[in-house]
Nanobody
Framework: VQLQASGGGLVEAGGSLRLSCTASGRTFNNNGVGWFRQAPGKEREFVAG????????VYSDSVKGRFTISRDNAKNTYYLQMNSLKPEDTAVYYCAANRRAYATTTTTDYNYWGQGTLVTVSS
């Protein structure tokens, strides 16, 4: 079972990126999924979560209104659209699937993790 995150890169402040996370080995169509990030010298933090069908989403206050989580269960792929990026968004972003069907901010609910993709936002 593998979650493969992609789409990271270097972008100027105010720009946009879309991260993708593709699952292989099994589907997570009945599971909530989420995105986390870890900046250098900081702990991993929750960014966004989605319920199994995308009907419910939750965001951290720092990204609310700028980031959008979505999913395409037919493709077994999840997305994080990031707009109005700021230098403080610079981090390694991880996708994850949780053991429940709903969106959750609780790290311990997530039991499958991708390898991370680096997002760097220049000022």
């Amino acid at each position: 079972v593998q979650l493969q995150a992609s789409g990271g890169g270097l972008v100027e402040a105010g720009g946009s990126l879309r991260l993708s996370c593709t699952a292989s080995g099994r589907t997570f169509n009945n599971n909530g999924v989420g995105w986390f990030r870890q900046a250098p010298g900081k702990e991993r933090e929750f960014v966004a979560g989605s319920s199994w069908n995308g009907g419910n989403t939750v965001y951290s206050d720092s990204v609310k209104g700028r980031f959008t989580i979505s999913r395409d269960n037919a493709k077994n792929t999840y997305y994080l659209q990031m707009n109005s990026l700021k230098p403080e968004d610079t981090a390694v972003y991880y996708c994850a699937a949780n053991r429940r069907a709903y969106a959750t901010t609780t790290t311990t609910d997530y039991n499958y993790w991708g390898q991370g993709t680096l997002v760097t936002v220049s000022s």
